[in-house]
């Protein structure tokens, strides 16, 4: 490291704590003035023997604490290499020089998983549905075609929660280490829009090594760093390709699609299905638009040209929609009773499968769903099978009860068609306790107490030892800044217990 | 007089179906037949034909019907009406320029200039224009008219220029006045779009900056005023067109020709603000020039433009606006970002529009929080639109049309797939994607896809027969194969058609690639699987001995991969060769020192070589690392008994319900009371009364699979406990959550409850399994303790009854039969006793207490052969760890 470097850094440390409070919101404005200091920072944590990385881990993390939006940011621009830095060390088994990488992430950790007022966060967001009208739609303009599918009318605004509550976490374990680090990256993506490019880069390396290391593309990407597996889980590269998809479409061309394909390898061979399907899903969508212009002219901006709204579907060409139209100018057509209008609507059938029942071709197969239910009927056949029994005129109605002709003749095509995908798992409620039990594992613990008092068990005392193995310098500052808000009662982040433990 | 006669009636019929929804253009048409009147002096001969016939072509020229304007225009001929001005070739040139340009709609794309020369329609409609303007014969609005159809053909011609020129001849307040007819509006979008264009070309010419940028503003605001135009144009369209003919579109097929095909001015017009905008890099005014537009209420023509609208606003939240930066979409865009991207505030308070279109009213509607809720929002609205306009017919002149409207709605589907995963919703995915496979026939995309969501959403059968359908489609994907089985081996317990999944991809050799060692992990596993359900010992030999090679094979072709040697390790110990099963489990320890697993299977093994103390050391290691994981602390809790006693491991088992209680019940922890302080009998009845669902939220689709398969008991047993548990308990609707956390609840109860046994506190023990019975009333474990209970109680009768109902859901159960047998025995009836101690052992022929109960059950009726059982039960409880091998979950 640069002697010129670590002037930046020592003068960074010492200036913020003789700060007064009242000039914090200024001196945040001020840091991306530094240029010298970001990238002698990075130095700082990729190397990781460096003296002064405990200080910088500590002013991060002052940063963190402080509350201002723009210092909050600006150690979160770290946090992919933070990541990289804990992981790789980890991986190498060396634990004694990330303790304060760990301490810094956790402190992160249990700051972002409280609210102000120290309750635990839960993120939630509600299901859009399109049976409720909303600023861009009327539901009565989306015709029936996506709502009486019934499968919208099931999610009419729900309330999910996608994150939370969280525990505060005193140290890593195997067990909660990628939970942490899952949710450290839902709050870097968060706040993605605020991330400058060599942030980005760094998340994307670390994207690729993490998936990479130790498998035989890392020869492939000629990276020489550690070449141990890493555990990753599926939750995690999620969260990694969210990133990545960011910086794809923000600058980062080259480094993200790299980043994304490394880290769809390893989901393909960890068959981890969530991370695979958006990664896919990213993949596809930019094959045809960013990755075809890749000027680098284009950062932060969308590629357009103007392009055709419509794709001209030919008038006779059968779509989804126009199937169903078929079929309801032909309950009409029952309705009147006209026979001109019957034939009319025949034409209209035929049109739909135009190959006809001629004797030297091929019977028109509807190809609508798969090969495992392919269904092959002749046309007139199908058309008996649809006029079947259609009485009621209640064309815009949803089918309600299952006895009146159409819907029953629907019901019949459509189970032919759709493949059933019905799950045999039925999908799990929110767990609730019964006070039995809590109150009746009183009574259990009393009993407890009584064979506890006889013959008292050897203690294990792991977690005494395992809360030391991992302190470090920030329990220096003492205990006075380790209450986020003064008015928490009990569920106070248990960051002091940690922090302070063993002074 | 007859053809008079018929005319007039047509004429009036037309006139009252106009009457009520044309008012604007008919009375437009009255002020300026009288103008006209006035000046040609034929005030006596407006007749009902000039009358009609304008109107029609008005709603021609609205509508962008040019090729019947010419019928229109042979009629007025024929009627010689307009005969001494230039009506009918103004008529005519906007007839032929515009049929010319759909043709042309790529090269305009391309903005690549039409030529004269191989355009004779261009040629011919510029020449009209030429006329009409040197000529000078209309009326000023219709010169106006040709002053701006000039512009196109100036602009279309590449002149930028100049027709930039002809648009600042425009008298574009003409076309702002009110009771305009409704073709001037699309005129006063198109002019406005034509400038904007025109400017927009020939910025690369101007040199200075300043310049430059002025141009740049300038042309902007043109493209937001011909969208509003536009969009109006539309609204109105809608109102003329739809309202007098509802009726009649029944029967004839003015329906479909009113889905008008916009031309590329109108194209253009719609588009080329908010296109501007993000190709200037202007991403937070971009997204909010969308989110106007997709305010704005939908018409017929409008359609397929929202559509492309939708999806380009959605990709734009996704994947460049994150959490933290959103804005909601009534409001401006913050003035971070439009400070960021250089402007001082949003365009449209600069821009007041000449007449705004109809928006939708914001109150009492769902209007997003955050910026998945908008992408996911305007993605099902954009789906409902695509997936209606997909082509499912196959035929070969559709195909085109076909591929476009797949690729249409596959990025639609893309887009919802990055922002549902985003927020966990896999289960309302797949049902989306569900809808996508009418026309996706052989997509491989798509139904890679659906497969990955149900899977992820854990629909595990519909899942497994998606991928099958991939792999037929893809024969050369390994990958496809192993996801299948991947889930009839964790979820499904379909082994068979696991194995025959993995065989698929170990067939493929070298080709599989990396995914060749897994393939021959998945079949070890299959196998390793089938051997601890098969009931026969040559079965189960024959499973053993393929899972072993499996496992093998898969660890010489990738030896870094600890989850086969750790499989390897624990196929070794399954089998008893727990010293040989040292090697791999080193090897995946080495290779993942805090790997779950591997820990406990060296807790196991360490047991079964009756080191202890050891395998305590190591469990509290595993401990340290995986806290919370209550296989691990069954273990512990074994362990200690064997070592200290049960009092010491009721320590642990009241640990164990305690960390239960904070991990999985939300309502505690939002409650501080101190029940204890209730006497027991009361309390019992208490609880049973405040017992109330806590969680209203749903939780999402991710799960926590590691601590899925607690019980290594076949899937038929727990199946058939939960239906009955189902049926017999009326508090079932009750308990919330998936059943595991409700397995595990269960298991502490019983192992407390068999702790006390053994401590001989009956009176606490029965307190125990009766917690457990309120849980899961008909399991097979319940019963079983029920049952020892009974027997430590001396009820032996009701004892064998216990017995009887449990071996009645769980036949094979090792200790039931175990116990049932040597319940008989005591009771005297031996044989009776030892033919169920013969099918225990035959079942179980590793359990050493199965064979011993046998020995003893022998001896009672002096058998010689006894001697040999406790030989066989004393050597095999010489390598018996302290819980079953098969408490590692076996999964891919």
């Known amino acids: 490291m640069l002697a010129m470097d670590q002037g930046v850094v020592e003068e960074w440390l010492s200036e913020f704590k003789t700060l007064p409070d009242s000039a914090v919101s200024t001196y945040a404005a001020s840091l991306k003035d530094k240029g010298a200091l970001v990238p002698a920072l990075y130095k700082v944590i990729r190397e990781n023997y460096s003296d002064l990385l405990e200080p910088v881990c500590h002013q991060l993390f002052e940063f963190y604490r402080s509350g201002e939006p723009q210092l909050q940011r600006f150690t979160l621009q770290f946090l992919p290499e933070l990541l990289w830095s804990l992981l790789s060390v980890s991986a190498a088994r060396d634990p004694h020089t990330s303790g304060c990488i760990e301490a810094l992430l956790l402190g992160i950790y249990n700051l972002e998983i409280v609210d102000k007022d120290g309750q635990s966060k839960v993120l939630s967001f509600t299901v859009p549905s399109l049976s409720k009208p909303s600023v861009y739609h009327e539901p009565s303009a989306i015709g029936s075609m996506a709502l009486t599918e019934g499968a919208l009318a099931n999610h009419g605004l729900s309330r999910v929660v996608y994150s939370g509550p969280h525990l505060q976490r005193e140290t890593f374990t195997a067990q909660n280490r990628f939970e942490v680090l899952t949710f450290l990256l839902l709050c870097y993506n968060a706040a993605l829009s605020y991330m400058t490019s060599t942030s980005l880069q760094s998340l994307c390396q670390l994207s690729s090594r993490v998936c990479i290391c130790g498998y035989p593309r890392q020869q492939m990407r000629r990276y020489k760093g550690i070449n141990a597996r890493l555990t990753v889980t599926s939750e995690f590269l999620v969260q990694l390709i969210t990133g990545i998809h960011y910086a794809l479409c923000n600058g980062e061309v080259e480094l993200g699609s790299k980043a994304l394909d490394d880290v769809l390898y390893r989901s393909q061979l960890e068959l981890f299905p969530e991370a695979l399907l958006v990664g896919n899903a990213i993949k596809s969508s930019l094959h045809g638009a960013a990755l075809k212009s890749n000027n680098k002219e284009g950062a932060r901006s969308i590629q357009v040209e103007i392009t055709p709204t419509s794709s001209r579907i030919s008038r006779n060409a059968v779509t989804s929609l126009s199937i169903r139209g078929h079929r309801w100018k032909r309950h009409d057509a029952v309705d009147l009773g006209s026979p001109d209008e019957l034939m009319d609507i025949s034409e209209v059938d035929e049109g739909v499968w135009p190959g006809g029942v001629g004797p030297d071709m091929t019977p028109p197969t509807i190809t609508i769903s798969n090969s495992v239910t392919t269904l092959n009927l002749g046309a007139k056949a199908m058309k008996k099978c649809r006029l079947g029994g259609r009485t009621s005129k209640d064309k815009d109605k949803e089918p309600g009860p299952l006895t009146t002709g159409r819907a029953a003749s629907e019901n019949t095509e459509l189970s032919v068609k759709r493949l059933t995908l019905t799950s045999s798992q039925s999908v799990p409620k929110a767990g609730a306790l019964t006070s039995l039990t809590r109150t009746a594992s009183a009574v259990f613990s009393r009993s407890f107490e009584q064979v506890a008092s006889g013959n008292a068990p050897p203690a294990s005392n792991h977690t005494a030892s395992e809360v030391g193995r991992y302190s470090c310098s920030l329990q220096e500052e003492g205990m006075g800044y380790l209450s986020p808000t003064p008015n928490h009662t009990q569920r106070s982040p248990s960051i002091s217990v940690h922090f302070g433990s063993d002074l | ?892």
């Not at chain 2, 039409?114 to 009209?128: N, S």
């Not at chain 2, 624990?570 to 290779?591: H, N």
């Open chain 2, 1 to 892: 007089m007859s053809t008079f006669q018929r005319e007039n009636d047509a004429a009036k019929s037309l006139f009252r179906r106009l009457e009520s929804a044309v008012t604007p253009i008919v009375s437009g048409e009255y002020s300026h037949h009288h103008h006209h009147r006035d000046r040609t002096a034929m005030a006596s001969r407006v007749s009902f034909t000039q009358i009609r016939l304008e109107a029609e072509m008005e709603r021609y020229r609205a509508e962008c019907q040019w090729d019947k304007m010419l019928a229109v225009i042979e009629q007025m001929h024929a009627a010689r009406i307009h005969e001494d001005d230039d009506y009918g070739m103004l008529m005519m040139a906007e007839s032929l320029l515009e049929d010319c340009l759909q043709e042309n709609m790529d090269l305009l794309r391309r903005s690549s200039p039409l030529m004269e020369k191989t355009q004779p329609k261009l040629c011919r409609a510029k020449g009209y224009l030429n006329t009409i303007l040197s000529q000078g014969r209309l009326a000023p609005r219709y010169l106006n008219e040709a002053l701006l159809l000039m512009a196109k053909v100036h602009y279309v011609q590449g002149r930028y220029r100049d027709a930039q020129g002809m648009c600042a001849r425009v008298g574009l307040e003409e076309l702002t006045l009110d009771e305009q007819p409704t073709y001037h509006l699309r005129l006063l979008a198109e002019a406005f779009v034509i400038k904007g264009l025109s400017l927009d070309h020939q910025t690369v010419s101007a040199v200075s900056r300043v310049r430059l940028s002025e141009r740049e503003e300038e042309s902007l605001s043109c493209f937001l005023r011909a969208c509003d135009a536009a969009l109006s144009y539309l609204q109105e369209l809608d109102k003329v067109v739809t309202t007098p003919h509802v009726k009649a579109a029944k029967s004839s097929p003015l329906m479909s020709a009113v889905d008008i095909d916009l031309g590329y001015f109108l194209q253009a017009a719609l588009q080329s603000a908010y296109l501007c905008l993000l190709h200037r890099g202007h991403l937070a005014q971009g997204a909010h020039q969308l989110r106007r537009v997709l305010r704005v209420v939908e018409s017929r023509g409008s359609q397929s433009f929202r559509k492309a609208a939708a999806r380009k606003l959605a990709e734009v939240l996704l994947s460049s606006v994150s959490e933290d930066s959103y804005w909601p979409p009534l409001g401006p865009p913050p003035s971070a970002w439009l400070h960021r991207e250089g402007a001082a505030a949003s365009k449209d308070a600069i821009y007041p529009t000449v007449k705004p279109p109809q928006r939708y009213s914001t109150d009492c509607c769902f209007c997003p929080q955050d910026v998945v809720e908008e992408a996911v929002l305007l993605l099902l609205i954009t789906e409902s639109m695509a997936s209606g306009d997909a082509v499912i017919s196959r035929l070969p002149d559709q195909a085109d049309a076909r591929q476009a409207s797949l690729q249409d709605a596959t990025s639609v589907y893309d887009l919802l797939t990055i922002g549902m995963a985003r927020r966990g919703q896999y289960a309302m995915l797949s049902e989306c994607l569900e809808r996508a496979m009418k026309f996706s026939f052989n997509e491989f995309h798509l139904w890679h896809q659906l497969g990955l969501s149900l899977m992820a959403a854990r629909k595990g059968v519909g899942a497994v027969s998606v991928f099958k359908e991939c792999a037929r489609m893809r024969p050369e994907d390994p990958s496809l194969p192993l996801l299948a089985a991947k889930i009839c081996i964790s979820q499904l317990h379909w082994f068979d058609e696991a194995e025959a999944l993995s065989q698929t991809v170990v067939s493929m050799g070298e080709e599989a690639g990396e995914f060749l060692p897994r393939a021959f992990l998945a079949v070890g596993l299959c196998c390793s699987l089938q051997a601890s359900d098969a009931s026969l010992k040559a079965d189960r030999d024959e499973f053993n001995k393929r899972a072993l090679q499996a496992l093998k094979k898969a660890h010489s072709l990738d030896p870094q991969d600890a989850h086969i040697a750790m499989y390897l390790a624990l196929q070794l110990a399954l089998i008893r060769q727990v010293s040989a099963a040292m090697e791999p489990l080193q090897a995946a320890l080495s290779l993942c020192g805090d790997d779950l697993q591997s820990l406990h299977l060296l807790t196991l093994l360490l047991s079964a070589q009756k080191h202890h103390r050891h395998a305590l050391d190591t469990l509290n290691l595993a401990l340290s690392q995986h806290p919370d994981n209550f296989n691990l602390l069954f273990t512990k809790v074994k362990l200690e008994e064997a070592m200290f006693g049960p009092a010491a491991a009721l320590q642990t088992c009241e640990e164990m319900l305690q960390r239960w209680q904070s991990r999985y019940d939300v309502s505690r922890s939002s409650e501080t009371d101190d029940s204890s302080s209730i006497p027991m009998a009361e309390r019992t009845e208490v609880s049973q009364g405040a017992r109330k669902p806590s969680i209203h939220l749903t939780l999402p689709d991710f799960q926590d699979a590691s601590t899925g398969s607690l019980s290594p008991s076949t899937v038929a047993v727990s199946r058939l406990e939960a239906a009955l548990s189902e049926v017999s308990d009326i508090s079932s609707s009750r308990r919330q959550g998936p059943t595991y956390i409700w397995t595990t609840l269960e298991h502490i109860w019983l192992q407390a409850g068999e702790l006390f046994m053994s401590d001989s506190r009956l009176k606490e023990a029965q307190f125990c399994i009766a917690e457990a019975s309120a849980i899961f009333p008909s399991s097979h474990s319940v019963l079983l303790q029920r049952g020892r209970l009974a027997e430590l109680r001396g009820q032996l009768d009701e004892a064998k009854g216990l017995y009887d109902e449990a071996l009645a859901i769980h036949p094979t159960g090792e200790r039931i039969l175990v116990h049932m047998g040597r319940l008989l025995v005591k009771s005297g009836r031996v044989h009776l006793g030892e033919k169920v101690l013969r099918d225990a052992v035959q079942v179980h022929s590793i359990s050493h207490e199965a064979w011993s109960s046998l020995g003893e059950a022998l001896q009672s009726r002096d058998s010689s052969q006894a001697p040999d059982c406790f030989l066989t039960a004393l050597e095999l409880e010489a390598s018996c760890p302290i819980r079953p091998f098969t408490v590692i979950p076996r999964e891919l």
